[in-house]
């Protein structure tokens, strides 16, 4: 007689720490999956630590089969984004399950029965609560570990969705960049004097982490600029950035903060380069202490990788050159830091105009990822 599948809402500080822990049995000692931070992801799902639950409703869900853990999923609903965009979207993310299709389907199911109570219309994922947390599967690049801001996951995950009856919907690409030659550096200095003189912009100089702390709500706008015409912006609130900022800044270091202002000291350009931490989060494995720490701070200090996590453009700078300032800029501190290969974040594989960034630098497309949707209103009987 089979054993009994049964699937339970997440409520007590152990489900939520069961919920966070699931992904290390099911990836322990696998070579590419990167374990997260505990307490980050503790901070980010529970309510009364995230702020964004001013804005948002959600449920987790762990479903058990003898007593032990075989998934998890999360739905959320950002009612920015439905209120803004009209679209009733039901989000999922934190979706892990063994290689079992009833697994998924019975998750799924508490899905769909959150978002049809909310009166939602379609489900799409994965992705987080807003646009600058982790999105998409991972469909191409199983050998490659992830970025800090990326998901790794097996392959069957989409074989999983694409059989429930979802169809695959926004889609990202990656690339990775090896560093420049001397010959094509110095091609690239020139051209950024050219349009800084151009447009009469300079670079400000960060030598501390707390210096970049006056321009944070400056770069959060410049972000909103940037990307709110994109199909999955979603407004940032205040209390956001300001959450971000507690929790992110303090991580990256001021050589690898650019910001670009013009002749009024407005910011109209920046760019957010982490080095790859991911080999030392795997020997973190989802502790800062008593070890973590010391291997990050290592790892932040003492890289030959790096990955580009954000940049942003004023619309109005678009197209006159700005990103050879940026890559200029990277280029000294890259050279300084001894980092030999980066990697871009997801990006759009409609966003043609981003990718034609990196053309001049023999780009290597080495993973793609992608969300998944479904209508839930108008096939009702699929699950």
Do not use: C
Request: overall charge positive; hydrophobic content about 40%; proline content about 5%.
């Amino acid at each position: 007689m089979a054993s009994k599948l049964i699937v339970r809402t997440v409520k007590t500080n152990k489900d939520y720490l069961s919920f966070v822990k699931f992904p290390f049995q099911i990836y322990k000692n696998h070579s590419h999956w990167v374990p997260p931070l505990i307490i980050d992801e503790l901070h980010t799902l529970k309510p009364n630590k995230n702020p964004v639950y001013k804005n948002a409703d959600a449920q987790l869900f762990l479903a058990y089969q003898n007593k032990k853990i075989v998934g998890r999923i999360a739905v959320m609903v950002n009612w920015l984004e439905v209120n803004n965009s009209g679209k009733k979207k039901a989000r999922f993310g934190w979706y892990d399950v063994v290689d079992d299709i009833t697994v998924s389907e019975m998750l799924f199911q508490e899905v769909k029965k959150f978002a049809l109570k909310h009166d939602l219309e379609v489900i799409e994922g994965p992705m987080g609560f807003s646009n600058f947390e982790k999105a998409g599967l991972l469909t191409y690049g199983f050998d490659q570990m992830p970025t800090l801001a990326t998901i790794y996951n097996y392959p069957y995950y989409v074989d999983h969705l694409i059989q429930l009856g979802f169809k695959e919907n926004l889609k990202w690409v990656e690339y990775e960049i090896d560093f420049p030659s001397e010959n094509k550096l110095e091609k690239l200095k020139r051209f950024a004097n050219l349009i800084t003189k151009r447009y009469d912009l300079k670079v400000v100089k960060i030598n501390k982490t707390k210096e970049v702390i006056p321009y944070v709500y400056k770069l959060f706008e410049l972000i909103e600029d940037s990307y709110k015409l994109l199909e999955t912006y979603v407004p940032i609130q205040k209390f956001q950035i300001e959450n971000y900022k507690t929790r992110f800044f303090k991580f990256i270091s001021p050589h690898y903060i650019k910001l670009i202002v013009d002749k009024d000291e407005q910011l109209i350009a920046f760019s957010v380069t982490i080095p790859s931490i991911e080999k030392a989060l795997k020997k973190a494995n989802g502790k800062l202490f008593p070890f973590g720490i010391y291997h990050i701070k290592k790892a932040l200090n003492r890289n030959n990788r790096a990955a580009f996590y954000l940049i942003g453009i004023h619309p109005f700078y678009m197209g006159k050159g700005i990103p050879s300032i940026i890559f200029n800029e990277m280029a000294e501190v890259f050279a300084l830091k001894n980092i030999q290969t980066f990697e871009t974040n997801p990006e759009l594989e409609t966003n043609i105009e981003v990718q034609q960034l990196w053309k001049k630098y023999n780009p290597r497309l080495h993973k793609r990822r992608s969300t998944y949707r479904k209508m839930i209103r108008s096939n009702s009987n699929n699950f």
